[in-house]
């Protein structure tokens, strides 16, 4: 596609319950990144893919955090037991593995 | 990693040239700077990035001091949809973006 896509754009769910968020990077991008953004905030590191490379886990929060990452394409985002801290929004980015990131538009979390 | 420091907002109006100062004093040799645009509900955007003097593009120009303790973002003839928040960061361009650190970056309003 011509961009990083995400969904779904908004979800809202009950605390407990298990979300999964999913991107679809820019073909041909080897690495794809998720962040998690609250309000106001800057940008929160959680987990980065880099090819067939073991992806970096160390921004994930808790282990109620997962990702995973078919080859160079699609990734999904996994929060198990959700918790009312866990509402934000969720971005995924791609890139080339140098040099700019590009953004999705995010998945806004809300945890009820 | 280098921290950065940046005001955190800015009032501007249509038609004026607007700098945004980032500061970065302990910036190593090897660092890019690089400034992401970020809208309400989208994911930060790539702006521009530099090493040294000066870089232009067509949305923007950033100039960076010989000592490259500083850099500043200018946004010629501002316009009511430039208005968005201005994030600044120091890192190695090759690679390590999830090393980046994502502050509050600078709130642009631009009035008419």
């Known amino acids: 596609g011509a961009g990083v896509s995400q969904s779904p754009s908004n979800k809202v769910t009950e605390k407990g319950k298990d979300v999964e968020l999913r991107c679809d990077p820019i073909s041909g991008h080897t690495a794809l990144y998720w962040y998690r953004q609250r309000l106001g905030q800057g940008l929160e590191f959680l987990i980065y893919?880099?090819?067939?490379?073991?992806?970096?886990k160390s921004g994930l929060p808790s282990d109620r955090f997962s990702a995973e990452r078919t080859g160079e394409s699609v990734s999904t985002l996994t929060i198990q037991r959700t918790q009312q801290e866990d509402s934000a929004v969720y971005l995924c980015?791609?890139?080339?593995?140098?040099?700019?990131?590009?953004f999705g538009s995010g998945t806004q979390l809300s945890v009820l | 990693l280098a921290k950065t420091t940046q005001p955190i907002s800015m009032d501007s109006y249509e038609g004026q040239e607007v700098n945004i100062t980032c500061s970065h004093n302990n910036i190593a040799t090897n660092d890019y700077i690089t400034w992401y645009q970020q809208f309400p509900s989208q994911g930060p955007r790539f702006i521009i990035q530099g090493y040294k003097t000066k870089v232009t593009n067509e949305v923007a120009s950033l100039f960076i001091p010989a000592d490259r303790k500083s850099s500043t973002l200018s946004l010629p003839r501002v316009s009511l949809s430039d208005t968005a928040v201005y994030y600044c960061l120091v890192g190695e361009a090759a690679g390590n973006n999830r090393k980046l650190i994502w502050g509050l970056g600078t709130s642009l309003a631009v009035n008419p």
């Open positions: 980015a791609s890139s080339l593995g140098f040099g700019a990131l590009f």
């Open positions: 893919f880099q090819g067939n490379s073991a992806p970096d």
